[in-house]
């Protein structure tokens, strides 16, 4: 995890295995019933990993799975002790935390009980120092995991003990305040949101500077889906196909999959020639983008629908209006019966109702007004992300040594 070089020359260095003793975990028979009758051992599994993905949490909070002492002992999982450092390693790969208590886990988690001259705070953060290294072990694998042979391998650095405690002490408290800076900063992010919604809520609320009519009267022809089974081929040969992934950012710097012309001409009713509303109507409702000139030739995918307005500036003020809530509200309306993923219908769509300003300056300052805003989320965004890259490298240089806290005591 790194040169040998750089670790202070009086810690230690080498295989994890020679600090900590490796053990897995396995899933008790599903079918028999008596292994989870009045069960009390709280059992880990990948239910339970959003409780470390954001990495602030240290223990294992309570478990959504319990077993009880005749599954646990039908099983090959053990009953591991307080102090266990658990690293998941299939699906959610490379996230970890310890056990306050003896716990047991599904076959997801390599677990790490700690011998006398590692803390299992400390190794901890050592795992989380070696993100990039976990990402490594999966890259190019169908199968997302941290095989037995590679998690074997590990190498890590270990200081004296009175140094580890000192390194936990000064990651605990410098990563505290990192985590709340980001918190204030995603307050603001909420807020600036909520100040987007009511510009948009105010733009088009019915009132006399304002025309209700229908989404389909705006359109020259229904709204259409784009291609259903995309048949993908290289990129300087094909068509660029946009998913609803790609409303968010749109870019002719950013990579797009294409597919065969031929396919693309099927569905000429979808082909971009610039100035359409492009709309996600599948799962998530609202992302939304005008498409811009350079994509014209361009095609969408099934979770596109394409929107030719009658006249630009209507395109302007619809494509805003897909953000708002009075357009959310519909959808979700719209939508309420498909629970597993809901679709909008092109027919629903058409007759939505829109709060339509008569100002002709409108769509103007309409966007003048979010764009602030877009502005202000977006920097705030990146400091969040400029913050936990700061927090990441901390940890690593505290681990490997690249920074003496004692110093900084």
Same mark, same amino acid.
Request: aromatic share 10%; proline share 8%; glycine share 8%.
């Given at each position: 995890m790194t040169s040998a070089a750089t670790v202070p020359s009086h810690w230690k260095s080498g295989n994890i295995r020679r600090f900590a003793q490796m053990k897995s975990g396995h899933t008790p028979s599903r079918t028999v019933a008596a292994y989870w009758e009045n069960a009390e051992i709280p059992w880990f599994t990948l239910a339970d990993v959003w409780q470390l993905r954001d990495g602030k949490q240290i223990y294992l909070g309570d478990t959504t799975n319990k077993i009880n002492e005749l599954g646990l002992a039908n099983s090959a999982?053990? @009953? @591991?002790?307080?102090?266990?450092? $658990?690293? =998941? *390693?299939?699906?959610?790969?490379? %996230? =970890? &935390?310890?056990?306050?208590?003896?716990?047991?886990?599904?076959?997801? %988690?390599?677990?790490? $009980?700690?011998?006398?001259?590692?803390?299992?705070?400390? @190794?901890?953060? /050592? %795992?989380? =120092?070696?993100?990039?290294? %976990?990402?490594?072990?999966?890259?190019?694998?169908?199968? /997302?995991?941290?095989?037995?042979?590679?998690?074997? *391998?590990?190498?890590? $650095? $270990?200081?004296? /003990? &009175?140094?580890? *405690?000192?390194?936990i002490d000064y990651l605990d408290r410098e990563t505290a305040r990192i985590d709340t800076l980001i918190e204030e900063q995603q307050r603001l992010v909420d807020l600036l949101r909520e100040r987007r919604a009511g510009v948009l809520s105010e733009a088009f609320e019915a009132c006399p500077s304002t025309e209700t009519t229908k989404v389909g009267r705006l359109l020259t022809a229904r709204p259409s889906y784009g291609v259903l089974v995309p048949r993908y081929v290289d990129e300087e040969a094909g068509v660029p196909l946009v998913r609803a992934g790609d409303l968010l950012n749109l870019a002719p710097q950013r990579p797009m999959p294409a597919i065969a012309p031929e396919q693309s001409d099927e569905y000429s009713r979808t082909k971009i020639v610039g100035g359409e509303v492009l709309l996600g109507v599948v799962g998530k409702m609202g992302q939304a983008a005008l498409a811009p000139r350079w994509l014209a030739g361009a095609n969408v995918a099934r979770a596109v629908a394409v929107l030719r307005c009658k006249e630009p500036l209507v395109a302007r003020l619809l494509c805003a209006w897909l953000g708002s809530n009075s357009f959310l509200y519909q959808a979700d309306l719209a939508t309420s019966g498909d629970s597993i993923q809901p679709t909008l219908g092109m027919k629903d769509l058409a007759r939505f109702d829109i709060n339509l300003p008569t100002d002709p300056n409108a769509a103007d300052e309409l966007t003048r007004r979010l764009a602030k805003i877009d502005i202000m989320i977006d920097e705030t965004r990146k400091f969040i992300e400029l913050a936990r890259e700061r927090r990441s490298a901390l940890i690593t240089a505290a681990v490997t040594g690249q920074i003496d806290v004692r110093e900084m005591a």
């Open positions: 999982a053990d @009953l @591991l002790p307080a102090g266990t450092v $658990v690293l =998941s *390693r299939t699906a959610s790969v490379g %996230f =970890s &935390g310890i056990m306050p208590r003896p716990m047991a886990t599904s076959q997801d %988690f390599w677990n790490w $009980v700690c011998g006398p001259d590692l803390l299992p705070e400390y @190794l901890n953060y /050592q %795992f989380k =120092s070696m993100s990039a290294e %976990f990402k490594s072990l999966n890259m190019g694998s169908t199968h /997302q995991t941290i095989y037995q042979k590679d998690a074997a *391998r590990l190498q890590i $650095v $270990v200081p004296p /003990q &009175g140094e580890q *405690r000192g390194i």
